[in-house]
């Protein structure tokens, strides 16, 4: 299994991105997949999760509102929709998944994660 994550860039703040993190090997409807972002000089920090089915969705609360996660079945493939850019929102994004059903908390931390994309760089200049 490999995940690919493309899709950043530099935008202004207010501005929007489309990150995607596809999947090959294991179908990705099955597994909860996560967003996290490391910005310079500071901890890895989550910011999205999706769990299997779709149904439940969880945000930090920095993002709430302004993000929104997705999935396309058909094309293997987890989208992050990033609305509303900051600065502070400048970091390297990655997606990670992880299989079977962890508790709602344990979404939210990295470890949690198996398998990992190469991150994708987002910039926004203020």
């Known amino acids: 299994v490999q995940l690919q994550a493309s899709g950043g860039g530099m935008v202004q703040a207010g501005g929007s991105l489309r990150l995607s993190c596809a999947a090959s090997?294991?179908?990705?409807?099955?597994?909860?997949v996560a967003w996290l972002r490391q910005a310079p000089g500071k901890e890895r920090e989550f910011v999205v999760a999706i769990r299997t089915g779709d149904t439940y969705k969880y945000y930090a609360d920095s993002v709430k509102g302004r993000f929104t996660i997705s999935r396309d079945r058909a094309k293997n493939t987890v989208y992050l929709e990033m609305n509303s850019l900051k600065p502070e929102d400048t970091a390297v994004y990655s997606c990670?998944?992880?299989?079977?059903?962890?508790?709602?908390?344990?979404?939210?931390?990295?470890?949690?994660?198996?398998?990992w994309g190469q991150g994708t760089l987002v910039t926004v200049s203020s």
């Open positions: 990670a998944r992880k299989e079977n059903r962890p508790i709602s908390s344990a979404l939210r931390l990295a470890v949690t994660y198996d398998i």
């Open positions: 090997g294991r179908i990705f409807s099955l597994v909860n």
